[in-house]
């Protein structure tokens, strides 16, 4: 998309932004514990960290959300002991995300898995900003929190969101898949970093009330798709039991 396209629908695209915070619903995070243990057999740590999607904004409890359907599948397919913590809070940015791992200090994991950059597309952070952003997080968390690992979700197909009025839709959607590839290739450069593609419809009954945070679907396959990288890409089929 052209820059000059982008200047000249500005007027048109503040003017929608602002109406569609003011008619959007404010649904809280979901409720229930941030922390616990699922499964049997060797330890994995998780560490999950995310905004208002990792916070699972949209669903009732931790089980629906992202986490409970991560931790759970990944426990059986491996099968292992997952014990997990979630660090996260609703419209944060990654900068305020690592800022916000900082002031925590979370237990020690061996993998942890980032569910963030929706708001980094609504504030406009350009997305190579947001790629060394990124790379900050993940560099914090292989050097303060022991993980191996860090897994990155990919930025949702923000041009089907049914919130959000056309053309801010178009633009919007423009953005985020933008950010996504740079994502996608500064992963690729790294060893201890991976970004996992999911498929997702975000068609308006998969989705929560508000027609922009996910329903229980969403996290579902986004939840059992993480876990699948996981167990077939990051844990040693020697450690299996």
């Known amino acids: 998309m052209s820059l000059a396209l982008k200047l000249a629908l500005a007027p048109l695209l503040a003017a929608q932004a602002l109406r569609t915070r003011r008619r959007a619903p404010v649904l809280p995070e979901a409720a229930g514990p941030r922390r616990g243990s699922v499964g049997h057999g060797p330890l994995l740590r998780l560490l999950i960290v995310g905004d208002s999607s990792g916070a ?3 669903v009732r409890t931790q089980d629906e959300a992202l986490a409970g359907h991560l931790t759970r599948t990944l426990a059986h397919a491996l ?15 990654t900068a305020q995300a690592l800022a916000l791992l900082q002031r925590e200090r979370p237990d020690r994991a061996d993998v942890a898995v980032a569910v963030l950059g929706v708001n980094d597309v609504i504030d406009q952070v350009p997305s190579q900003r947001a790629v060394l952003q990124r790379a900050a997080l993940a560099d914090w968390l292989l ?24 053309p ?19 992963a690729a450069t790294r060893r201890d970093v991976s970004h996992v593609p999911i498929a997702m419809s975000l068609a ?18 986004c939840g059992e798709a993480l876990a699948r990288h996981i167990a077939d890409q990051l844990i040693p089929l020697e450690t299996r039991t």
């Open 168 to 186: 801010l839709r178009w633009i919007i959607g423009s953005d985020a898949r933008r950010h996504d590839a740079a994502l996608a290739r500064w």
């Open 143 to 166: 050097a303060h929190t022991g993980v191996r690992h860090v897994v990155f979700a990919p930025l949702p197909p923000m041009h089907q969101f049914p919130l959000l009025p056309q």
């Open 79 to 93: 099968p292992r002991q997952v014990q997990w913590q979630l660090v996260a809070r609703s419209g944060i940015t």
């Open 56 to 58: 699972g904004v949209g």
């Open 204 to 221: 308006a009954d998969a989705m929560a009330s508000d027609g922009f945070h996910p329903g229980e679907p969403v996290y579902r396959t």
